[in-house]
Each structure stands twice: as structure tokens, then as C-alpha cells.
């Protein structure tokens, strides 16, 4: 078994910051690309954030500048830290992760549960 699990969501005021986490554990034999996707209440699920397995990077055009997306290799472990947060961020944040759970299986992709964030005054 394979399990994605989010923390670090919350409310927060518009200007203001969070930072969210995710772990992967369970039978993993590889991680390819960990990221971050949201949904909006009434509107599609949108990726926000990945990192590659060779350590590029995308974003979102609407979170660039104000989100940041790190890794680490060994704790197998993804993070977004948002800063200057707005209101339209507001949404539930997914983590995501294509793993490979052993050397003769495909890559698949797994889901956190989930983690609200709120940016109201």
C-alpha cells in the first residue's frame, strides 16, 4: 500500500502565508514527478505545482512568484509554500505523486485525502 499524507492547511488572512506538506510512504521502490493540485468549489481540479524527478519545476501561471515547490529525495516528502496568498486560492489542495511501487510495475498516480485552505479577512 501507498499512502499521501497532506498537513498545513488552514485559514488566513489575503497577504498572508502557509506552507503545506506531504509524505509518501508505504511499498515505494520510486518517486518520478510529487506536486500539488487544487479544486475550487464548482471548478475542475488544476494542477498548481510539480517537481520533477530530475528536479524541474512547474507552476501554475496564476501561483508563480507566490508559491514555491521544494523536495526531498529521501524523506520522499513534497512542500508548497505559498506566500501573498488571495482570495481565489482558496481551495482544496491535493498532493500527487507517480510512484512506482516496485521494479516490475508501472508508475501510477496516487492522491492525498486533502487539505482545505481558506484566504479570507
Known amino acids: 500500500q501507498v499512502q499521501l499524507v497532506e498537513s498545513g492547511g488552514g485559514l488566513v488572512q489575503p497577504g498572508g502565508s502557509l506552507r503545506l506538506s506531504c509524505a509518501a510512504s508505504g511499498s515505494i521502490f520510486s518517486i518520478n514527478a510529487m506536486g500539488w493540485y487544487r479544486q475550487a468549489p464548482g471548478k475542475q481540479r488544476e494542477l498548481v505545482a510539480v517537481?520533477?524527478?530530475?528536479?524541474?519545476?512547474n507552476y501554475a501561471d496564476s501561483v508563480k512568484g507566490r508559491f514555491t515547490v521544494s523536495r526531498d529525495y529521501v524523506k520522499n516528502t513534497v512542500t508548497l509554500q505559498m506566500n501573498d496568498l488571495k482570495p481565489e486560492d482558496t481551495a482544496v489542495y491535493y498532493c500527487?505523486?507517480?510512484?512506482?511501487?516496485?521494479?516490475?510495475?508501472?508508475?501510477?498516480?496516487?492522491w492525498g485525502q486533502g487539505t482545505q485552505v481558506t484566504v479570507s479577512s
Open positions: 500527487n505523486a507517480a510512484i512506482q511501487r516496485s521494479s516490475n510495475l508501472n508508475y501510477r498516480n496516487y
Open positions: 517537481y520533477g524527478r530530475g528536479g524541474a519545476t
